[in-house]
């Protein structure tokens, strides 16, 4: 054997590792969980007599599947125990990530918390059928279920999404408007900008982990809103700093206090108007937001 070249096995998985990453992500909203699925795929990978695989690509994606779903169930427990709210971790990506319009709304902070209400198998179908685009034969084999069923659960969860989805895709000018709003309230202080573009039902979402302080019940209405952002901000001896960064997909905000990494903000925007604030705080979610990390399908 060519030492010098990788075996058929490694090139394989090398080659469809970023589309394992982006399913086990979109499955799990957790970049380190979905890394650990990775090792666990590769394992089993290992020990496959590849002549008898007609498929490299959908034969690691049901693996990574199968794994995933098992780790749903690790996950499941810890967020039972999680201090106040749990948000998928940030990943930062490439602009051109925006290109891809179907697989950068699929890993928005939005659309990963509407895949939170589904239940674990019915978010494995939506994710292989709907992102992905695998066939339900496939996904059967993926999630031990009968094709029949496998259409039945993708209609179900298909409709389950649409209902909570933004109805209007927000422009690129509405996007640079929230966020260069929100950017000016963090810098001055100043909500007017800002207060122009909230929904009345507006929501924070905070995610401190119990490690760095943050609202630990959601806080909905546009003036509890703007009071939050002025009060919390004003009490601090240095001005944050917010930099426009892409984050899942879509442009977002990286918040530093006195040069240090404080979290990341996303929004959410239906019909114009902020719908959604998005704040990880915690640190250990905060890791994949100084290098980029690609997703593909």
């Given at each position: ?20 990453f ?9 970049a ?12 089993r ?5 590849l002549?008898t ?9 049901r ?14 427990r810890?967020?039972e ?6 948000l ?15 697989l ?8 990963l ?8 198998t019915?978010r ?13 034969g ?9 094709p029949?069923a ?12 649409a ?11 509405q996007?640079r ?7 000016h ?19 924070v ?10 609202v ?19 009490k601090l ?9 892409q984050?899942?997909?879509g ?17 959410r ?17 905060l ?11």
């Open positions: 054997m060519d030492h010098g070249q990788p075996d058929a096995a490694t090139e394989a998985f090398v080659t469809h590792r970023n589309l394992l982006t399913v086990a992500y979109e499955m799990l909203g957790s380190a969980d979905a890394e650990d699925v990775l090792q666990e795929t590769w394992l990978w290992t020990t496959v007599d002549d695989v007609r498929d490299h690509r959908a034969y690691l994606v693996i990574t599947s199968r794994q995933a779903l098992n780790r749903i169930r690790t996950l499941g810890r967020k125990t999680y201090v106040g709210a749990w998928p971790e940030p990943l930062l990506t490439s602009p051109d990530l925006a290109e891809d319009v179907e950068a709304e699929s890993v928005s902070m939005a659309m918390l509407v895949m939170e209400t589904l239940t674990p019915e494995a179908v939506f994710v292989l059928r709907e992102v992905f685009d695998f066939g339900y496939e996904i059967a084999e993926s999630v031990d279920k009968s029949a496998v259409r039945q659960i993708a209609h179900r969860a298909r409709a389950h999404v209902a909570r989805r933004p109805r209007v895709p927000a422009s690129p000018q996007t408007d929230a966020l260069d709003a929100l950017r309230t963090l810098e001055t202080g100043d909500v007017q900008s800002l207060l122009d573009l909230l929904a009345p039902d507006v929501v979402i905070g995610d401190g982990g119990g490690v760095k302080q943050t630990l019940r959601p806080v909905v209405g546009a003036d509890k809103v703007v009071r939050l952002f002025t009060g919390g901000f004003a001896d240095t001005a944050p700093t917010a930099e426009p960064v984050v899942n997909g442009p977002a905000l990286l918040v530093r206090i006195g040069g240090e990494i404080d979290g990341v903000v996303a929004l925007i239906d019909d114009g108007l902020i719908t959604g604030f998005y704040y990880v705080r915690n640190p250990e979610k890791s994949r937001v100084v290098r980029e990390t690609t997703v593909s399908r």
